[in-house]
């Protein structure tokens, strides 16, 4: 295994429009967060799993964004009605399943969103 | 609110060392890491410490005490491929992972 991936790695949409990003983490690793990352800002908790499991989500998130991980293993993000505050990188992290390492995170690509 | 507070921009020459203090005020507190990220990358880990003291990994080093809710990462021996981005994180109570807004390291030749 390569490391964690994420697909698409760039998204242009328009505003209202839904869009759906896709992240594989690394094969033996049970908890899986998503980030998203504005320019100049550190990463912005949004959400984490373990396993198929999802355990917290930000009080700060809209209600438009929904993550899934439905075998425990890939997880979708969905933002439906897309607004233009949502341009940003989303990124994908795992880590492996001991609790001593739950913040060794491994990070995607990310995916980059700009909507119109 | 949970915060956590680092310098915004650092400058260093090559060949020298170079220290970003972090403090964080976070619900429950279970360890501080550090991450690197240069410019259009992807975030990467870098060192962890769970318990007051110093942890060595190559050029870098970690710093932690808990009592004063403070750490830092030392870099010795700067080299022009370690300028970037250096993001502070904290586990809270609740396992999320909570970012510091980063520091920017530039180092001058």
């Known amino acids: 295994d390569t490391g964690v991936s994420q697909n698409p790695r760039h998204k242009i949409t328009k505003r209202g429009q839904n869009v759906t990003f896709r992240c594989d983490p690394i094969?033996?690793?049970?908890?899986l967060y998503w980030y998203r990352q504005t320019l100049g800002q550190g990463p912005e908790f949004l959400t984490y799993?373990?396993?198929?499991?999802?355990?917290?989500k930000s009080r700060l998130l809209s209600d438009r964004f929904s993550a899934e991980r439905p075998k425990g293993s890939f997880s979708t993000l969905e933002i439906q009605r897309t607004e233009q505050g949502d341009s940003a990188m989303y990124l994908c992290?795992?880590?492996?399943?001991?609790?001593?390492?739950?913040?060794?995170?491994?990070f995607g690509p990310g995916t980059r969103l700009t909507v119109l | 609110g949970q915060s956590l507070e680092q310098p915004s921009e650092v400058t260093a020459v090559e060949g020298a060392i170079v220290q970003i203090n972090c403090t964080y005020q976070?619900?429950?507190?279970?360890?501080l890491s550090w991450y690197q990220q240069h410019d259009g990358g992807a975030p990467t880990f870098l060192s962890y410490?769970?318990?007051?003291g110093l942890e060595e990994t190559g050029r870098f080093s970690s710093f932690l005490s808990r009592s004063d809710s403070y750490g830092y990462l030392l870099l010795q021996e700067l080299q022009m491929k370690d300028s970037a981005s250096y993001f502070c994180?904290?586990?809270?109570?609740?396992?999320?992972?909570?970012f510091g807004k980063g520091t920017r390291l530039h180092i001058l030749p």
């Open positions: 994180a904290v586990r809270d109570q609740d396992d999320k992972i909570i």
């Open positions: 992290a795992s880590s492996p399943g001991t609790s001593g390492r739950y913040n060794e995170q491994f």
């Open positions: 799993f373990q396993n198929e499991a999802q355990l917290e």
């Open positions: 976070t619900s429950g507190f279970y360890g």
């Open positions: 410490n769970a318990l007051d």
């Open positions: 094969s033996e690793h049970n908890r």
